[in-house]
């Protein structure tokens, strides 16, 4: 049996890059203004349509900032392994988008939606596939450092 790859932070600090431009971007393309003069559909359906869309896709890139964040935040000697696999996984329900919805949208703006979908599932591949280390329980040490810090937060 092969030993699993590694996160390294390199990956972590490219794929992060890469999330605050394609959120900067998300952030763009679910303004209201310009988005509702499609003809052939209901402007309110148009407006539920970008609303909904526009949140499903800002809540994937705001859970895959976070966890990406929380990878930094490892490499960086902030929080422990223990922590980070008991807070640092990815919610498989993000990847969802609503077909009909969609098909309300600009094709500039649905091609944005299904970018952020297979950076999220590149982000899912990563978060089953590799493991920082081959333990998954914390050591002693680090039960042990947990119960202190702990108790000394209060």
Not at 13 to 20: G, M, N, V
Not at 58 to 72: F, G, K, Q, S, V
Not at 84 to 109: F, K, N, V, Y
Not at 124 to 136: F, I
Request: hydrophobic share 40%; with cysteine; net charge negative.
């Amino acid at each position: 049996m092969s030993k699993p790859l590694t996160i390294n932070p390199r990956i972590v600090e490219a794929l992060y890059c890469e999330a605050l431009t394609l959120s900067d971007e998300v952030r763009h393309a679910f303004t209201l203004s310009g988005q509702l003069e499609r003809a052939g559909h209901d402007e309110d359906d148009a407006r539920v349509a970008l609303s909904s869309e526009g949140l499903r896709t800002t809540t994937r890139m705001m859970h895959a900032i976070a966890w990406l964040l929380n990878h930094r935040a490892f490499f960086m000697g902030e929080i422990t392994d223990y922590q980070l696999r008991r807070h640092g996984r990815l919610s498989a329900e993000m990847r969802r988008s609503d077909a009909q919805q969609l098909a309300l949208l600009e094709p500039e703006t649905v091609e944005l939606v299904q970018a952020t979908r297979r950076f999220y599932e590149r982000l899912l591949w990563l978060d089953r596939n590799w493991r920082l280390s081959e333990s998954h329980e914390p050591s002693a040490i680090e039960r042990l450092r947990e119960r202190i810090e702990q108790r000394l937060a209060g």
